[in-house]
């Protein structure tokens, strides 16, 4: 199980840095905040364009699509009935909660398990472009009309336009389409800034935990449980059911379905949250509780798909 115990080891040892940086003071009160908006504005889409840009998308168009795109509809649709009917949470809480509970950690966990659990890192590029391309803009689109409130018809439209996360992967899939890439003096920057993407999510949320009340409890609680539950569990069971019986699929792609669907919950659901000022507890408990009950969930599944 190295790919497993690597991804959570790199993790955790940049959040505990952050943890350590918030206890010692050392960049202030406003340091969350702070390196959310960089990784958000600047180094997450000088990431995803890059990322984007350079996908084998024959490799995107799978079946094991179909299965990422039926198990986390699945999920989100769950925490929005329950939290939105039920509970009357607020559209962006809820919108929040929905991402907790289905948008994996595909990039700094999801790429070393898929190499080293999987054997191939191709089989994480459904998962993560279905989140940049699909996901990420349905949410902001959302979380900008809840947040801003009701708009005219042109700003409705201008709003992608608004999220430079929406833009960068248009960007890229622009470049990708059309096989031409930016001269080198043009590339070096953007790959320079998009390095610090993952650290910068990484500090920030590490940085959040000190002070922080005990994972899953106060008023998120029921939200928090809810969306680890469906992350832990019910996300890789549904990939599961439907790679197997629904399609049949051969038994490499039905173990590489679970494994990528038993991923945490992304650090960047906590960026988002940080950005737009809602569900922030929400979005750090479930990604600390997703995180730790994804080690055993993951390497069960390894070992029963094995």
Not at 45 to 67: E, H, K
Not at 68 to 93: C, D, G, I, K, S
Not at 284 to 292: K, M, Q
Request: glycine fraction near 8%.
């Amino acid at each position: 199980m190295p790919g497993v115990l690597t991804g959570f080891t790199v993790i955790a040892a940049v959040i505990g840095v952050g943890y350590l940086l918030g206890r010692l003071g050392v960049l202030g009160r406003e340091a969350t905040v702070v390196l959310s908006r960089v990784a958000f504005f600047v180094a997450t889409p000088a990431l995803l364009f890059g990322t984007v840009a350079r996908a084998d998308l024959r490799t995107v168009v799978s079946s094991a699509l179909v299965v990422t795109v039926v198990a986390t509809t699945v999920v989100a649709a769950v925490f929005v009935l329950v939290a939105r009917l039920v509970w009357r949470r607020p559209a962006a809480e809820t919108t929040i909660g929905a991402l907790a509970s289905s948008y994996v950690n595909a990039a700094n966990i999801g790429i070393p398990v898929a190499v080293y659990v999987l054997g191939d890192a191709s089989f994480i590029a459904p998962v993560l472009m279905f989140q940049l391309v699909v996901m990420a803009p349905i949410a902001f689109a959302v979380l900008d009309t809840a947040t801003r409130g009701r708009r005219s018809l042109a700003g409705a439209v201008a709003q992608p336009l608004a999220n430079p996360i929406t833009v960068a992967c248009v960007l890229g899939l622009a470049v990708n389409l059309t096989g031409w890439f930016p001269p080198e003096p043009v590339l070096r920057p953007v790959e320079l800034v998009a390095a610090m993407a993952v650290p910068a999510a990484l500090l920030a949320y590490g940085l959040s935990l000190h002070g922080a009340p005990r994972p899953g409890s106060g008023d998120t609680r029921r939200d928090v449980w809810l969306a680890v539950a469906l992350k832990a569990v019910v996300q890789p069971a549904v990939a599961y059911l439907v790679a197997r019986f629904a399609l049949g699929l051969p038994d490499p792609v039905v173990l590489a379905c679970t494994v990528t669907a038993a991923l945490p919950t992304a650090q960047n659901v906590f960026v988002h949250a940080v950005r737009y000022d809602r569900g922030v507890v929400l979005a750090r408990d479930a990604v600390l509780l997703s995180t730790v009950a994804a080690v055993p969930v993951l390497i069960g599944v390894a070992v029963l798909g094995s």
